[in-house]
């Protein structure tokens, strides 16, 4: 069966600082990966999906990369991260092709000080 | 870019009753899809219902889909204390999916 892992469950971080979060995928070939952030209350914003290795897709303009090294491996990074960068970060796949669900992961809460 | 807009935002009813939630999109879609999250955790799906269906049934779950409307319904029957969460409808084209903010439903026991 499919999983998906993401790590860290919590960070908090200073203004300034770096920021990489991890998001594996078990179980699955050639997933479809997804980056989204929920600010408290509100609903999924999509920041970058990729179809495949070094393929990435940015939705919106900001100071977060994402990377996709293996095909079940995606990372979020940023520089230096904002006040405004606080939030649950979920990371998600589904199948190729599109037309299908989106399983996700159990997220990380980011808390940028 | 699709927006799922859900209406109303928060629900609180008695154990045993029906939860009814709407969403409305603005553009063509592929497929619209129901998730549920418990609090500070991730989505779990619960329905997709393509654009050519009108109504799909899944256990206690019932969604609608009026294309010509752009609208969708989801109805939680004879609710559970377990059913609180929020629900989020999204609407999926060019293999993305663009999500409502959601209703947080509470079921009191």
């Known amino acids: 069966s499919q999983t998906i892992h993401q790590w860290p469950a919590t960070l908090v971080q200073p203004v300034g600082s770096p920021l990489s979060l991890e998001c594996t995928v078990e179980g699955t070939s050639n997933p479809n990966l997804y980056w989204y952030r929920q ?3 509100r609903g999924l914003q999509l920041l970058f999906y990729s179809v495949g290795i070094g393929q990435i897709s940015s939705e919106v303009p900001q ?3 994402a990377s996709r090294p293996q095909d ?3 990372i979020l ?3 230096k991260l904002l006040l405004s960068d606080s939030g649950f970060y979920l990371c998600a796949w589904s ?3 599109g037309y299908n669900e989106q399983f996700f992961g159990p997220g990380t809460r980011l808390t940028v000080l | 870019s699709q927006q799922g807009e859900e209406d109303p935002q928060a629900l609180s009813i008695q154990e045993g009753e029906n939860a ?3 969403c ?3 553009t063509s879609i592929n497929n619209l899809q129901w998730y549920r999250q418990n609090s500070g955790r991730g989505l779990v799906h619960l329905i997709l219902i393509r654009s050519n269906e009108r109504e799909k049934h899944s256990g206690r779950l019932r969604v609608t889909l009026d294309t010509s409307k752009k609208s969708s ?3 939680i029957t004879a609710s559970r204390a377990a059913d609180t969460a929020s629900y989020f409808c999204a609407t999926e084209g060019n293999n993305r999916l663009a999500f409502g903010k959601g209703n947080q439903v509470v079921v009191i026991p």
């Open chain 2, 20 to 22: 009814t939630m709407n």
């Open chain 2, 24 to 26: 409305s999109y603005k």
């Open chain 1, 95 to 97: 199948t190729s092709g």
């Open chain 1, 39 to 41: 600010a408290a209350g």
């Open chain 1, 72 to 74: 079940r491996q995606f």
């Open chain 2, 73 to 75: 319904s989801l109805l």
């Open chain 1, 63 to 65: 100071n977060l990369s």
């Open chain 1, 77 to 79: 990074s940023s520089k």
